[in-house]
C-alpha cells in the first residue's frame, strides 16, 4: 500500500475524507456512509489512482461502541490498482440497521461480499439486486459474525420430513458440557467482568475483560477503593 | 402411427412444445464435482441461459471459531482452509500476526516456509490439474501427477509429521528446525517431478477430446476477471501477470529468479497450461532456495513473549514454566490494532484482515478466500456454454469447500 492514495484522495476529495490511518505499512482513509459510492467510483475512475482489481468487502462488529451512542459496525473495503500497485483500506461506520449503498454497480466483485456481510452481520445494502443468504440457509436466525451471538447457540431444527423423536438428536443444549468461548459477550455488554475459558471454566475479575478500555480502567479503581476501604 | 404434421394439424394445443428454460439442480453432491457446491441452470436444450451458483455447503464458522481460542490456536483451523496446501495457509496466517507484531523470522525460518510452501502450491496445482484431466476421462495423468503428491507429502511427513494437516507453522517461526536430510530429499525429487510434468503434458496435450473440451471453453475476458476480484492461476490465464510473490514480495521471493506465466484467453485450456508451468517455476524457485537457504541458525525468533521456551528449560526453571503457563492459557498478545496480510496462495490471494484488541483472543480473523471471487466468476464464465463444459470449467476453478465456504 501506499501513502501517496491517501494524499491523493485529500487533496481532491478534502473534507470527504475524515480519518485517515497508517499502521504497519496498511493505509486506511474513514469515510461517512453517505459517500461511500462516490469514494469507491473515484478511487476507480481517477487516472492516478485506477483502483481496477477488487480485493475485499467485509465488516467488524463492536458492539461496545453502540452502548457510547457510536455506530456498531466497521465497513471495510479493500482494493487494489494493477499498474500502479497500490493499496486502499476503506472503511465506515455503520448503524445497527442502518443501510449501505451498494457497490455492485462500481465493482462487480462486491456482490457475493455484500452477501456475506449480510449474511453475517445483518448489514443490508442498498440498491443491490440480490441480498440473499449465501452460506447460511434462509431459516437461519440471527447473525453469526456479531459479538452477541453465542457461538454455542443451536439453530431450531429445518423441518422437512417427518421423524420421531429428532429432539434427541445431536446438537445437544449449549448447558451441556464445557463452555465453548473464552469469553462470554452476554457477560461482557451487560458490564459484567466474567471470563470464560474452555480449559479453567469461568473466572471472575482473573483477566481484565475489557483490556484498556474505560469500563476497565474504572472497575480497577472501584476495587481499589474497596480494598482501601477494608483495610 | 399417424405422421406428427397430421396430429398439429388436427390438435393445434397438443403437442405445444415448451419455450421456457428448464431449470435444473446441480449439487450439491453431484459426482463429478470437487466440493458440495449447487448450481442451479436454467437450460435451453444444453445451452447454459443462467446460473445460480450457491456456496456454503462447508461453511464451518472458521472465522466465528477464532475469536474463541488464542492466536495460536488458529492455526489448525487455517490448514484445514485449503487443505490441498495447507502450508500457505499457515504460512499465511503467521505472516499476518508477524505483521501485526512487526516482528521477522530469522532467515532460515523463510526459506523453510518457501520451500515447504512451494511443494505445497505444487500439490495444489498437480491436484487440480490432475482432477480436472481424469473428470475428462483421462484417468492415468491423475495416478501420474498424485504420485508426485505422495513423494512430496513422504518429505512433508517426515518434516512436520503430518502428511495433509501440519499445523506446523508458528507465530514468529516453524514449529521445529529442517531434519538433516531435507535438502537431500527435496533436491532428489526435483528432477523426478521434472519428469513427470513432461509425461504428464505428453499424455494430454495431444489428446483430441481433452483439446476440445478445454480449448475455448469457459472463458474469462482480462477487465471482467479483475472487478470481480479474482485472482491467481484464474487471472493469470486471463493475461494479467498479478502474483503476489512477484507485485509485493514477501518472505524472500524477491531473491529469485521466476516467471510468471500467463494465459491469453482465459479459457480452460490456459488456466491448466498455467498450473502446469507455475509447477517448474514453483522447482526454480525450490532449487534456488535450497541453494541459499543456512544449513545452521535458529527458526523461530528469539523473544519469549511470542514462542514457545523449550521443553527441557519448562520443567526445569520456574520462569520458562511460567512463560510456557502465560503464552498457553492467555496466548500472546499482539498490539491493539487492525492489518491486512496477503500470501499467494494455491487460488490467488490468500488474506488475512486480522483485528486485535490487545487481549490474547483475536477479535476478528478475516480471511480472503480466494476460491470464494474465483467462484463468483464462475456465473460468467458458464453462461452461453453447453452443460458439459461445467465440468471442466468448475474444475479448472480449483474450488476447495473448506477455503471458500470456511
Given at each position: 500500500m501506499s501513502k501517496k492514495v491517501i494524499t491523493r484522495l485529500q487533496k481532491e476529495l478534502g473534507d470527504v475524507i475524515l480519518e485517515t490511518a497508517s499502521f504497519r505499512g496498511d493505509e486506511e482513509v474513514v469515510v461517512a456512509p453517505k459517500h461511500w459510492v462516490s469514494v469507491a467510483t473515484f478511487l476507480r475512475d481517477d487516472p492516478e489512482l485506477s483502483m481496477d482489481h477488487f480485493t475485499d468487502l467485509t465488516a467488524v462488529d463492536w458492539p461496545e461502541r453502540e452502548m457510547q451512542g457510536e455506530p456498531r459496525f466497521d465497513v471495510l473495503l479493500l482494493v487494489r490498482s494493477l499498474d500502479k500497485k497500490h493499496r486502499i483500506r476503506v472503511k465506515t461506520y455503520v448503524k445497527d440497521g442502518e443501510k449501505l449503498p451498494t457497490l455492485t454497480?462500481?465493482?462487480?466483485?462486491?456482490?457475493?461480499?455484500?452477501?456475506?456481510?449480510?449474511?453475517?452481520?445483518?448489514?443490508?445494502?442498498?440498491?443491490?439486486?440480490?441480498?440473499?443468504?449465501?452460506?447460511?440457509?434462509?431459516?437461519?436466525?440471527?447473525?453469526?459474525?456479531?459479538?452477541?451471538?453465542?457461538?454455542?447457540?443451536?439453530?431450531?431444527?429445518?423441518?422437512?420430513?417427518?421423524?420421531?423423536?429428532?429432539?434427541?438428536?445431536?446438537?445437544?443444549?449449549?448447558?451441556?458440557?464445557?463452555?465453548?468461548?473464552?469469553?462470554?459477550?452476554?457477560?461482557?455488554?451487560?458490564?459484567?467482568?466474567?471470563?470464560?475459558?474452555?480449559?479453567?471454566g469461568l473466572q471472575v475479575g482473573q483477566r481484565r475483560a475489557l483490556s484498556d478500555s474505560e469500563v476497565a480502567e474504572a472497575q480497577a479503581e472501584e476495587l481499589a477503593a474497596a480494598r482501601a476501604g477494608e483495610s | 402411427m399417424e405422421p406428427a404434421d397430421e396430429i398439429l394439424e388436427e390438435e393445434d394445443e397438443a403437442l405445444e412444445i415448451p419455450a421456457d428454460p428448464m431449470r435444473l439442480n446441480m449439487g450439491p453432491s453431484h459426482p463429478a464435482m470437487h466440493g458440495t457446491i449447487r448450481m442451479v441452470l436454467d437450460l435451453d436444450g444444453e445451452t447454459v441461459m443462467n446460473v445460480d451458483v450457491q456456496p456454503g455447503y462447508l461453511h464451518r464458522g472458521f472465522e466465528k471459531s477464532c475469536e474463541r481460542g488464542t492466536w495460536a490456536q488458529v492455526f489448525p483451523y487455517a490448514d484445514r482452509l485449503n487443505y490441498v496446501s495447507p502450508m500457505l495457509n499457515n504460512?499465511?496466517?503467521?505472516?499476518?500476526?508477524?505483521?501485526?507484531?512487526?516482528?521477522?523470522?530469522?532467515?532460515?525460518?523463510?526459506?523453510?516456509?518457501?520451500?515447504?510452501?512451494?511443494?505445497?502450491?505444487?500439490?495444489?496445482?498437480?491436484?487440480?490439474?490432475?482432477?480436472?484431466?481424469?473428470?475428462?476421462?483421462?484417468?492415468?495423468?491423475?495416478?501420474?501427477?498424485?504420485?508426485?503428491?505422495?513423494?512430496?507429502?513422504?518429505?512433508?511427513?517426515?518434516e512436520t509429521g503430518a502428511r495433509m494437516t501440519h499445523s506446523f507453522g508458528r507465530i514468529g517461526g516453524m514449529?521445529?528446525?529442517?531434519?538433516?536430510?531435507?535438502?537431500?530429499?527435496?533436491?532428489?525429487?526435483?528432477?523426478?517431478?521434472?519428469?513427470?510434468?513432461?509425461?504428464?503434458?505428453?499424455?494430454?496435450?495431444?489428446?483430441?477430446?481433452?483439446?476440445?473440451?478445454?480449448q475455448g471453453v469457459g472463458k474469462l475476458p482480462k477487465e471482467r476477471a479483475l472487478a470481480l476480484g479474482v485472482t491467481g492461476p484464474v487471472l493469470r490465464s486471463t493475461g494479467v501477470a498479478y502474483d503476489v510473490r512477484k507485485d509485493h514480495p514477501y518472505l524472500v521471493y524477491d531473491r529469485f529468479d521466476f516467471d510468471?506465466?500467463?494465459?491469453?484467453?482465459?479459457?480452460?485450456?490456459?488456466?491448466?497450461?498455467?498450473?502446469?508451468?507455475?509447477?517448474?517455476?514453483?522447482?526454480?524457485?525450490?532449487?534456488?532456495?535450497?541453494?541459499?537457504?543456512?544449513?545452521?541458525?535458529?527458526?523461530?525468533?528469539?523473544?519469549?513473549?511470542?514462542?514457545l521456551p523449550e521443553k527441557r528449560e519448562v520443567y526445569t526453571t520456574i520462569e520458562a514454566t511460567i512463560a510456557h503457563f502465560k503464552l498457553v492459557m492467555?496466548?500472546?498478545?499482539?498490539?491493539?490494532?487492525?492489518?491486512?496480510?496477503?500470501?499467494?496462495?494455491?487460488?490467488?490471494?490468500?488474506?488475512?484482515?486480522?483485528?486485535?484488541?490487545?487481549?490474547?483472543?483475536?477479535?476478528?480473523?478475516?480471511?480472503?478466500?480466494?476460491?470464494?471471487?474465483?467462484?463468483?466468476?464462475?456465473?460468467?464464465?458458464?453462461?452461453?456454454?453447453?452443460?458439459?463444459?461445467?465440468?471442466?470449467?468448475?474444475?479448472?476453478?480449483?474450488?476447495?469447500?473448506?477455503?471458500?465456504?470456511?
Amino acid at each position: 500500500m501506499s501513502k501517496k492514495v491517501i494524499t491523493r484522495l485529500q487533496k481532491e476529495l478534502g473534507d470527504v475524507i475524515l480519518e485517515t490511518a497508517s499502521f504497519r505499512g496498511d493505509e486506511e482513509v474513514v469515510v461517512a456512509p453517505k459517500h461511500w459510492v462516490s469514494v469507491a467510483t473515484f478511487l476507480r475512475d481517477d487516472p492516478e489512482l485506477s483502483m481496477d482489481h477488487f480485493t475485499d468487502l467485509t465488516a467488524v462488529d463492536w458492539p461496545e461502541r453502540e452502548m457510547q451512542g457510536e455506530p456498531r459496525f466497521d465497513v471495510l473495503l479493500l482494493v487494489r490498482s494493477l499498474d500502479k500497485k497500490h493499496r486502499i483500506r476503506v472503511k465506515t461506520y455503520v448503524k445497527d440497521g442502518e443501510k449501505l449503498p451498494t457497490l455492485t454497480t462500481v465493482w462487480p466483485g462486491a456482490n457475493w461480499a455484500e452477501r456475506e456481510v449480510w449474511d453475517m452481520f445483518g448489514i443490508a445494502f442498498e440498491g443491490h439486486k440480490d441480498l440473499r443468504r449465501i452460506l447460511l440457509y434462509e431459516e437461519f436466525e440471527g447473525f453469526p459474525l456479531r459479538k452477541d451471538y453465542p457461538i454455542d447457540r443451536v439453530q431450531p431444527l429445518v423441518e422437512y420430513r417427518d421423524v420421531d423423536d429428532t429432539l434427541k438428536l445431536p446438537p445437544f443444549g449449549i448447558e451441556e458440557g464445557q463452555p465453548f468461548a473464552r469469553i462470554d459477550w452476554e457477560a461482557r455488554l451487560a458490564g459484567r467482568d466474567e471470563q470464560v475459558s474452555p480449559a479453567i471454566g469461568l473466572q471472575v475479575g482473573q483477566r481484565r475483560a475489557l483490556s484498556d478500555s474505560e469500563v476497565a480502567e474504572a472497575q480497577a479503581e472501584e476495587l481499589a477503593a474497596a480494598r482501601a476501604g477494608e483495610s | 402411427m399417424e405422421p406428427a404434421d397430421e396430429i398439429l394439424e388436427e390438435e393445434d394445443e397438443a403437442l405445444e412444445i415448451p419455450a421456457d428454460p428448464m431449470r435444473l439442480n446441480m449439487g450439491p453432491s453431484h459426482p463429478a464435482m470437487h466440493g458440495t457446491i449447487r448450481m442451479v441452470l436454467d437450460l435451453d436444450g444444453e445451452t447454459v441461459m443462467n446460473v445460480d451458483v450457491q456456496p456454503g455447503y462447508l461453511h464451518r464458522g472458521f472465522e466465528k471459531s477464532c475469536e474463541r481460542g488464542t492466536w495460536a490456536q488458529v492455526f489448525p483451523y487455517a490448514d484445514r482452509l485449503n487443505y490441498v496446501s495447507p502450508m500457505l495457509n499457515n504460512v499465511g496466517f503467521a505472516l499476518a500476526v508477524e505483521k501485526l507484531l512487526d516482528v521477522k523470522v530469522p532467515d532460515r525460518a523463510q526459506y523453510y516456509r518457501v520451500i515447504l510452501g512451494e511443494l505445497s502450491r505444487i500439490c495444489d496445482h498437480f491436484t487440480c490439474n490432475g482432477a480436472s484431466a481424469m473428470e475428462l476421462g483421462a484417468f492415468t495423468p491423475f495416478l501420474w501427477l498424485l504420485k508426485v503428491r505422495d513423494w512430496i507429502w513422504d518429505i512433508l511427513e517426515k518434516e512436520t509429521g503430518a502428511r495433509m494437516t501440519h499445523s506446523f507453522g508458528r507465530i514468529g517461526g516453524m514449529a521445529a528446525p529442517p531434519t538433516e536430510g531435507f535438502k537431500d530429499d527435496v533436491r532428489a525429487i526435483i528432477p523426478e517431478i521434472r519428469k513427470v510434468v513432461g509425461e504428464a503434458e505428453s499424455l494430454l496435450l495431444g489428446n483430441r477430446i481433452f483439446l476440445d473440451r478445454t480449448q475455448g471453453v469457459g472463458k474469462l475476458p482480462k477487465e471482467r476477471a479483475l472487478a470481480l476480484g479474482v485472482t491467481g492461476p484464474v487471472l493469470r490465464s486471463t493475461g494479467v501477470a498479478y502474483d503476489v510473490r512477484k507485485d509485493h514480495p514477501y518472505l524472500v521471493y524477491d531473491r529469485f529468479d521466476f516467471d510468471i506465466p500467463v494465459g491469453t484467453d482465459g479459457d480452460n485450456w490456459d488456466r491448466f497450461m498455467v498450473r502446469m508451468e507455475e509447477v517448474r517455476q514453483s522447482m526454480r524457485i525450490i532449487e534456488q532456495a535450497l541453494e541459499q537457504m543456512p544449513d545452521e541458525g535458529p527458526v523461530s525468533v528469539d523473544d519469549p513473549r511470542i514462542m514457545l521456551p523449550e521443553k527441557r528449560e519448562v520443567y526445569t526453571t520456574i520462569e520458562a514454566t511460567i512463560a510456557h503457563f502465560k503464552l498457553v492459557m492467555e496466548g500472546l498478545k499482539p498490539p491493539k490494532g487492525a492489518v491486512y496480510s496477503f500470501t499467494e496462495g494455491g487460488n490467488g490471494e490468500l488474506g488475512f484482515y486480522i483485528v486485535s484488541d490487545g487481549s490474547g483472543t483475536p477479535y476478528r480473523v478475516r480471511v480472503r478466500p480466494p476460491c470464494w471471487f474465483n467462484l463468483q466468476a464462475t456465473r460468467e464464465m458458464l453462461m452461453g456454454d453447453m452443460i458439459a463444459d461445467i465440468i471442466p470449467t468448475f474444475g479448472s476453478i480449483n474450488m476447495i469447500g473448506g477455503e471458500c465456504d470456511r
